[in-house]
C-alpha cells in the first residue's frame, strides 16, 4: 500500500513570507502528526491532529498552524517566514489513537530553505 | 514524560551483531518501549517495540531489562544499510498521546565494510 505522501518535496522561501505543506497519510490512518528536525534541535514535535481536530501542540508559536480534513490529508501551514524555520518537516500517521503501542510511519519530509 | 538516555554513536563491522543500549530509569509502568531509526535523507522508521518481554521481528530483537529501566536494540547481522541514528522512545499509553514521539539524540550508527 502506498506510504505516507508529502508534497512539496523542496521548496525555497524569501523571510516574510507563508507556506504551506501537504501530508498524505496512509490509506486508513486518521491520526497524523508534524514534526520539524533542524541539525540544532533535532527532532520536534508540532502537532497532532485526529478526526479533524487538533489534540496535542507541541512548544512552538502560533505562527505555525494546521489543520485535517475529512479524508484525514492534513497541511500545515508557516506564517511569516524566519531564517530559523529552515528544517525538514515531516508528517507521520498512525492507525488509532489510544495507544502507547501505536506504530508511526514518518513521510520522507519537505525540506523548507528560507532566504 | 519520562526521558532515555543512549550513547551518541557506536560504530560496528558488517556482518556482525550489534547492542545498542538505552537507559529509561524513570520508566512507568504502562510505557512502551519504541525504536525508530533514521537512515540519511529519509524520516524516521519503525523498528521495534515492547512492554516487558523481549520481542523479534524481522528486522531486530528487542531486549528488556526485568526492572525495564533499560533496554538493548539488537541487529544481529550489521549492513551497511544498517547505518543510521537510532532512536530509543518511551510511549506512554493513554489517549492523546499517540501521535506525539519525544525523540532525543539518538545512537549514530556506523557500519564499516
Known amino acids: 500500500k502506498a506510504g505516507v505522501t508529502q508534497t512539496p518535496r523542496y521548496l525555497i522561501k524569501t523571510r516574510g513570507q507563508q507556506v504551506t505543506l501537504s501530508c498524505s497519510p496512509i490509506?486508513?490512518?486518521?491520526?497524523v502528526s508534524w514534526y520539524q528536525q533542524t541539525p540544532g534541535q533535532g527532532l520536534q514535535f508540532l502537532f497532532e491532529?485526529?478526526?479533524?481536530?487538533?489534540?496535542n501542540k507541541g512548544n512552538f508559536p502560533g505562527r505555525f498552524s494546521g489543520r485535517q480534513f475529512s479524508n484525514s490529508r492534513s497541511e500545515m501551514n508557516v506564517s511569516t517566514l524566519e531564517l530559523g524555520d529552515s528544517a525538514l518537516y515531516l508528517c507521520a500517521s498512525s492507525l488509532t489513537q489510544h495507544s502507547g503501542a501505536n506504530v508511526l510511519t514518518f513521510g520522507a519530509g519537505s525540506r523548507l530553505t528560507v532566504l | 514524560d519520562a526521558k532515555t538516555t543512549q550513547p551518541n554513536s557506536m560504530e560496528s563491522n558488517e556482518e556482525e551483531p550489534v547492542h545498542l543500549p538505552c537507559n529509561h530509569s524513570t520508566i512507568s509502568g504502562t510505557d512502551y518501549i519504541h525504536w525508530y531509526r533514521q537512515l540519511p535523507s529519509q524520516g524516521p522508521e519503525y523498528v521495534i517495540h515492547?512492554?516487558?518481554s523481549n520481542v523479534n521481528n524481522r528486522m531486530a530483537s528487542l531486549a528488556i531489562a526485568e526492572d525495564r529501566k533499560s533496554s538493548t536494540l539488537i541487529l544481529h547481522r550489521a549492513t551497511l544499510r544498517d547505518a543510521a541514528v537510532y532512536y530509543c522512545?518511551?510511549?506512554?499509553?493513554?489517549?492523546?498521546?499517540?501521535?506525539?514521539?519525544?525523540f532525543g539524540q539518538g545512537t549514530t550508527l556506523q557500519v564499516k565494510p
Open positions: 491532529y485526529f478526526s479533524e481536530t487538533q489534540r
Open positions: 490509506s486508513g490512518h486518521r491520526s
Open positions: 522512545i518511551l510511549r506512554p499509553y493513554g489517549s492523546g498521546n499517540t501521535g506525539k514521539l519525544i
Open positions: 515492547g512492554l516487558t
